[in-house]
């Protein structure tokens, strides 16, 4: 830990569905006198943040515009439908989007799926967020098609949820602007992509540092090339015969 960090904040943000839970646990693990900030911020909205210098890093939906932007993409989620829990999607243990023609699907503002087609009928309005489109569903005027974090996210006992294999996917990458690559930045990097404390491209907190490490002593040899008597041995002699 350098004195520098000391009363240092490291600010991270998420995007809704993102659960930065493990990482932030092995930061206090390592990085005990840094606290974490976590800001809770809209899709839509996390690059801006990042830009602004509203957060150090963030964990983001892709894709998203990359400019000034230093991006690891991290994991891809499975899509799901959402549906009442009595509609004949809940039936089957997956679907196909030929499965959902005759269905109005909802298409949320904040949408962070990708789409170059998609399923179903259009419905009669588009809501303004995620959770928004959750209540149509519940309501009977749609289903809604999104990652699976974003669904448990957003459970309810009247509804389910079925995967949809053939959809496409959202995918999840860490986040932070090229020119603020702080030690700190460089820290969290290193806890996402899995190095160990003592890893040589990750810095190693005062607390953590490597022991020197002890050589072994080698019998120390005299001149004619024997190895000397240890101190308190006797040589063996001739018995007398």
Do not use: C
Not at 27 to 48: F, N, S
Not at 118 to 134: C, I, K, M, Q, S
């Amino acid at each position: 830990m350098n004195d520098g960090e000391t009363g240092r904040v490291f600010r991270l943000a998420y995007v809704p569905g993102v659960t930065p839970a493990k990482w932030v646990g092995i930061w206090t693990e390592r990085m005990p006198h840094v606290p974490v900030d976590l800001v809770a911020v809209p899709a839509a909205e996390v690059v801006d943040l990042l830009r602004d210098g509203g957060a150090d890093a963030g964990f983001v939906r892709l894709p998203v515009d990359r400019a000034g932007l230093s991006v690891i993409p991290l994991y891809v989620e499975t899509t799901v439908v959402v549906v009442p829990k009595d509609h004949a999607v809940a039936a089957v243990d997956e679907v196909a989007t030929a499965d959902l023609t005759d269905d109005e699907v909802l298409h949320p503002l904040d949408d962070t799926i990708e789409w170059t087609d998609r399923p179903g009928l259009p419905a009669f309005t588009r809501p303004a967020t995620t959770a928004d489109a959750v209540e149509l569903v519940a309501a009977g005027t749609g289903l809604l098609l999104v990652p699976q974090s974003l669904a448990r996210l957003h459970h309810r006992r009247d509804l389910t949820y079925r995967p949809v294999p053939d959809a496409p996917q959202s995918q999840v990458a860490l986040a932070w602007p090229t020119d603020a690559t702080t030690d700190l930045v460089e820290d969290f990097i290193g806890i996402v992509r899995g190095r160990t404390v003592n890893s040589s491209r990750g810095r190693t907190p005062d607390s953590q540092a490597a022991k020197p490490r002890q050589q072994a002593q080698k019998p120390v040899q005299n001149g004619s090339g024997r190895r000397a008597v240890p101190a308190g041995r006797k040589r063996k002699g001739h018995r007398p015969r």
